[in-house]
Nanobody, 116 residues
């Protein structure tokens, strides 16, 4: 079955950096686009970044452009989110996502907390 397991979240100071990872299994990873979403308390889940199957195309929410970088390693079945210059508004649970056979799959999420 499809499994997405995020890691790398934690507590970081304002302006700091974190790298999230999402290990995927149960499907042919290199054939599917991958996304990172986040959900802050009291807010709806929002798309943060997406990457195409071989990584040629990426897209970002305006709020994270030039600060976050999504990448993938198809040999390791893993997608990453490098987050730099973190702001308090980046505090959220971050989720890995893919649409496999027209169904959305989500990981359990990893908490990112930016402290001032």
């Amino acid at each position: 079955q499809v499994q997405l397991v995020e890691s790398g979240g934690g507590l970081v100071q304002l302006g700091g950096s974190l790298r999230l990872s999402c290990a995927a299994s149960g499907f042919t990873f290199g054939n599917y686009a991958m996304n990172w979403y986040r959900q802050a308390p009291g807010k709806e889940r929002e798309l943060v970044a997406g990457i195409s199957t071989v990584g040629r195309t990426t897209n970002y929410a305006d709020s994270v452009k030039d600060r976050f970088t999504i990448s993938r390693d198809n040999a390791k079945n893993t997608v990453y989110l490098q987050m730099n210059s973190l702001k308090s508004e980046d505090t959220a649970v971050y989720y890995c996502n893919t649409a496999y056979r027209r169904r959305n799959y989500w990981g359990q999420g990893t908490q990112v907390t930016v402290s001032s």
